[in-house]
């Protein structure tokens, strides 16, 4: 099993930024990358799924919504234990609860979530 702990969250004003950080330990065998999620109170009460925020495989390729596309920057280190996830010019909507979650080669093979860290942007 992977165990996933988030950190790096708080309150900021819009235009800040933050970094968020995954801490990643376990049996990683399965992990081929790191996905970063977020979601609202509201989105959950709709129930709509978590938002795909980002994500970095093992060779370091990236991938981001569009959303946050050139506001938000993910990395990891080089023993692959800690993925982060860089957030600058922040806005409102980007107010969430933000968890990682590994993915494998195979989809659904290596689906591990932390507990969250939150983040709120107040205007």
């Known amino acids: 099993q992977v165990q996933l702990v988030e950190s790096g969250g708080g309150l900021v004003q819009v235009g800040g930024s933050l970094t968020l950080s995954c801490e990643i330990s376990?049996?990683?065998?399965?992990?081929?990358?790191v996905s970063w999620y977020r979601q609202t109170p509201d989105r959950q009460a709709a129930k709509k799924e978590r938002?795909?925020?980002?994500?970095?495989?093992?060779?370091?390729?990236?991938r981001y919504a569009d959303s946050v596309k050139g506001r938000f920057s993910i990395s990891q280190d080089n023993a692959k234990t800690a993925v982060h996830l860089q957030m600058i010019s922040l806005k409102p909507e980007d107010t969430a609860m933000y968890y990682c979650k590994t993915f494998g080669v195979i989809d659904g093979g290596c689906d591990y979530w932390g507990q969250g860290t939150q983040v709120t942007v107040s205007s």
């Open positions: 938002e795909f925020v980002s994500h970095i495989d093992r060779a370091g390729a990236t």
């Open positions: 376990g049996d990683t065998s399965c992990m081929y990358g």
